[in-house]
């Protein structure tokens, strides 16, 4: 697609329950990484894929948090049991490769309030 | 210090020049960015600077680099209203085998008439 999409936009759930986020990457993009933005914060790494190889998930919150991603294209990240500091704008990034000089774009989020 | 500082607000008014301060943390940082969050949007990127460099001016856009200091400005140019957001300095730190882009908290801009 022409820029990174996410799904759902926004989300409102009960406490306990699960929930999971779509990112759908730019085609072509190897690299893709998951943010959290908490409100008034910044953003918080999350986890992270490139290609094949094993992800990064050293910035995962807790067993609660996980994320998969088929090949180079669409990621979900799944959070069990969510608690209301769950609350906040998951983000989902993509680069055409890793590393620095390589521009990420990001999507518009998903705006999760657990209740 | 371990994180990306920013200052958390800058109220400017319309028409005078905005400068957004940064500290980021690794010397080696190789590239450092600044991307922009309007009202419910994601980030998008500004521009970046290449850490060989000391200076990148991109129409209302300025950016210092000071190595030494690790400090990063943006200087916007004749602040309009619809440059009011949030601004993000990040540099790409090594964390294990990954190059991960890392991010301050975002500095407000207000634009006020």
């Known amino acids: 697609g022409a820029g990174v999409s996410q799904s759902p936009s926004n989300k409102v759930t009960e406490k306990g329950k699960d929930v999971e986020l779509r990112c759908d990457p730019i085609s072509g993009h190897t690299a893709l990484y998951w943010y959290r933005q908490r409100l008034g914060q910044g953003l918080e790494f999350l986890i992270y894929f490139q290609g094949n190889s094993a992800p990064d998930k050293s910035g995962l919150p807790s067993d609660r948090f996980s994320a998969e991603r088929t090949g180079e294209s669409v990621s979900t990240l799944t959070i069990q049991r969510t608690q209301q500091e769950d609350s906040a704008v998951y983000l989902c990034?993509?680069?055409?490769?890793?590393?620095?000089?390589?521009?990420?774009?990001f999507g518009e989020g998903s705006w999760l309030t657990v209740v | 210090g371990e994180d990306v500082e920013q200052s958390l607000f800058l109220s400017v008014r319309e028409g005078d020049s905005s400068v957004i301060n940064c500290t980021y943390t690794?010397?080696?940082?190789?590239?450092l960015y600044w991307y922009k969050q309007e009202p419910g949007a994601g980030l998008q990127l500004l521009t970046y600077i290449f850490s060989n460099m000391d200076m990148k001016q991109d129409q209302r856009l300025t950016v210092l680099l000071n190595k030494k200091d690790k400090h990063l400005s943006l200087r916007i140019a004749d602040t309009q209203t619809g440059d009011s957001a949030i601004y993000f300095c990040?540099?790409?730190?090594?964390?294990?085998?990954?190059?991960?882009?890392?991010f301050g908290r975002g500095t407000s801009l207000i634009v006020h008439p």
């Open positions: 990040a540099e790409t730190l090594r964390a294990g085998g990954s190059y991960i882009p890392t």
């Open positions: 690794d010397s080696s940082s190789t590239y």
């Open positions: 990034a993509s680069s055409l490769v890793e590393g620095f000089g390589n521009t990420i774009y």
